[in-house]
């Protein structure tokens, strides 16, 4: 399938056929009730694409979501049902002119009736839910993963229960009934099959389009990242809880535009349709179709709902005549259409066992490559050439002064000190190293300096102005960028997508700029994914040829060199690298040494934390020892080389021996 669409060409001719095919089908096949399975395998489809937002993008379990249809539901059809009919005064008057309601002569009196058009309530219900979405989103996106799952499966059943238990307006148990059909140009669907066949078909392509248009933009790209790592994602410039909620709230607006046109089309409402099955079955779908995957989740959505509609009862039948055949009673009782839920839960296993990406996986698999396609491009060894990697990477002067001052910074775990009051200047233009036994706080000093922890006390200037306390996103957006001691990239993401997410912070698009995506847009998207070529192409024929490749299929050095990579795409001032060569050999340090001296002649201010001292002599102006939080010595590499402390707490009598001799 993969190879068939790999041309243009042949993915378009596919595409014009599967359209024509689906157009052509109510014709071809004569059957109301087929067709009105095809209606609903719709708007399972657009709710899947809805939760594959939430959970397929960003990662974010939701286990209530049918809440969210449940909710654009009952907008519709409180608006259009006769449940709510309060008295008929003169204020309703210029509503009836725009034909939002109508006025009906009942015993008592004249009432209102809401007569909201079906196409107008489509946006409405889907930006209600929207609102929904942030409202409830707020308090809980906090939650990380088990969490959140339970919270949002609370929420899923109390909107059904609010439903039953406010009777005045949603009509309670027995549900709302009579909710009107919509009508196009006078003509009235009503219980008709295929006009509900074709707005079904409309909004599915709508929604894969807006679907796929957010996946390929900056949005997509930072819902992603904070799947993959969260608390990478927002030291890389995303903005989480913002982000986070922007997909729950799209993901609710597809489930609360589903809902208009679910309630449209079956014309009542009851609470029992909007359950936690709902929000399991279209989890399933996403799932079987393909976590992530536009097209997945609605081949999934069609499948599973035809498989529940024509299969099932289908497969009855012939249990059913096997059984008379054979005479067995047993058979004969079988009824699977009543059993969807142990169906979906051997599916659910079966995919886990054998296919766990989907039936359309997300990712593309990275295929090894050959000697030739290593060799794309040159081999680029020491340090960058000056020239064009001052024109890609585009730092600005260093300045004067100091660029990063710590003062007198604490930081406690519990009852264990890991920075005690720790001073630490880093001139603007410097590179500053940052030594010490392991479990000393160095690796502390870096996340309270990103913002990734919190400090009990001290103050953290960066170019002038204090950064403790901002969150990491914000801090990154000033210009400090990181890597990680343990790398932390985004592993199931392409090399290019990496760097690109590095560029989060330096770009504008929002999510209706990447819906629409405009001349600004394309023009920004395509700067951005020459920098990042660029700033790969940085590292010759270590990254460049790898740029479409899964980084979790990288060389350990090399996914040093992509963390590294990606951040530099962040325009950073100054640069923490967190042990940038452990874990390399001896030829690869080198390299990276020189690539970071070069990085430092370029106007990068650099701060290091290295245990291979030759590495540090060669580069550091100025190098600070911790020791149990405490900072112990300052001074040029030479001094503290000498300093009897440092030697006494760090390296040891042998390794000071060693270097006296050398
Ligand atoms: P280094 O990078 O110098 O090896 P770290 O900064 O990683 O040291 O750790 C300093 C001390 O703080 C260690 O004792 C470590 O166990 C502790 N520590 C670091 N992070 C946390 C955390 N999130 N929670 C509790 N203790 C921590
Ligand atoms: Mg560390």
Same mark, same amino acid.
């Given at each position: ?216 933009? =900056? ?187 710590? =003062? ?99 770009? =504008? ?154």
């Amino acid at each position: 399938m993969k190879g068939l669409f790999a041309r243009p060409a042949a993915r378009r001719a596919g595409l014009a056929l599967l359209i024509l095919g689906l157009l052509a089908f109510p014709y071809a096949e004569g059957n109301d009730a087929d067709i009105d399975s095809m209606a609903n395998a719709a708007c399972y489809a657009a709710l899947a694409l809805g939760l594959n937002i939430v959970v397929g993008f960003a990662g974010l379990l939701d286990l209530g979501y049918a809440a969210f249809f449940a909710i654009g539901a009952y907008f519709y059809g409180v608006f259009t049902a006769f449940q709510v009919m309060p008295h008929w005064s003169s204020f309703w008057q210029p509503f009836a002119m725009l034909h939002l309601v109508e006025k009906l002569n009942q015993g008592s009196g004249d009432v209102v009736h809401f007569t909201l058009s079906f196409w107008l309530a489509l946006p409405l219900a889907a930006l209600v839910a929207a609102g929904c979405g942030v409202l409830f989103g707020a308090p809980t996106l906090r939650l990380r993963g088990d969490y959140l799952a339970i919270v949002t499966l609370g929420f899923g059943e109390i909107v059904p229960i609010v439903a039953r238990n406010t009777p005045s307006v949603t009509n309670g148990a027995a549900g709302l009934n009579g909710v009107q059909a919509p009508s196009l140009f006078g003509y009235n669907f009503n219980v008709q099959a295929i006009p509900y066949y074709y707005v079904g078909l409309a909004l599915v392509a709508l929604l894969m389009f807006v679907s796929i248009r957010l996946r390929d933009s =900056r949005i997509g790209r930072a819902w992603m990242a904070i799947r993959e790592d969260e608390t990478a994602a927002s030291a890389m410039g995303v903005d989480r809880t913002r982000l986070k909620l922007l997909a729950f709230a799209i993901g609710a607006a597809f489930a609360g535009a589903s809902g208009v046109f679910y309630i449209a089309k079956l014309q009542t409402a009851t609470p029992d349709m909007f359950g936690f099955p709902v929000s399991v079955m279209i989890l399933v779908m996403v799932v079987l179709g393909g976590m992530g995957s536009v097209w997945g989740v609605v081949v999934g959505a069609v499948l599973l709902t035809l498989l529940q509609s024509w299969f099932l009862p289908d497969l009855t039948d012939w249990t059913h005549a096997l059984g008379e055949q054979i005479g067995s009673q047993w058979l004969q009782q079988i009824d699977f259409a009543r059993s969807t839920e142990l169906i979906f839960g051997v599916l659910l296993v079966l995919m886990m066992l054998f296919r766990r990406d989907g039936l359309i996986p997300a990712a593309r698999g990275s295929a090894a490559l050959s000697f030739e396609q290593q060799n794309v491009a040159g081999v680029q060894r020491g340090g960058f050439a000056s020239t064009e990697a001052a024109e890609v990477l585009g730092f600005a002067a260093p300045g004067v002064g100091n660029l990063l001052e710590v =003062r007198g910074v604490t930081v406690r775990f519990g009852g264990l000190t890991a920075l005690n009051k720790v001073d630490l200047v880093v001139p603007a233009g410097g590179v500053v190293a940052v030594i010490g036994p392991n479990g000393s706080g160095k690796s502390t000093l870096f996340n309270v300096i990103t913002g990734l922890v919190a400090a009990e006390s001290g103050s953290i200037r960066f170019n002038g102005a204090e950064i403790l306390g901002l969150p990491p996103h914000t801090i990154l957006a000033r210009g400090l960028a990181r890597t990680f001691q343990n790398i932390r990239l985004f592993a199931n993401l392409p090399v290019l997508d990496n760097i690109l997410i590095g560029q989060h912070a330096r770009l =504008r698009t929002g999510p209706i700029g990447a819906v629409l995506r405009g001349p600004g847009t394309r023009g920004e998207e395509r700067a951005a994914l020459l920098r990042a070529r660029g700033i790969a192409g940085l590292f010759g024929n270590r990254l460049t040829p790898r740029l479409q490749q899964t980084v979790s299929h990288l060389s350990y050095a090399n996914r040093r060199r992509v963390e590294i990579a990606r951040a530099l795409a962040s325009r950073p001032r100054l640069l923490l690298l967190d042990e940038p060569t452990a874990g390399m050999n001896p030829a690869e340090t080198l390299e990276l040494a020189e690539q970071i001296r070069s990085l430092h002649k370029l106007g990068l201010t650099v701060l290091l934390i290295e245990h291979k001292l030759d590495v540090v002599t060669q580069l550091a102006d100025t190098v600070v020892v911790l020791d149990h939080g405490d900072k112990l010595a300052e001074g040029r590499p030479d001094e503290v080389r000498r300093n009897e402390e440092v030697l006494r707490a760090y390296l040891g009598r042998a390794a000071r021996e060693a270097l006296d001799a050398a």
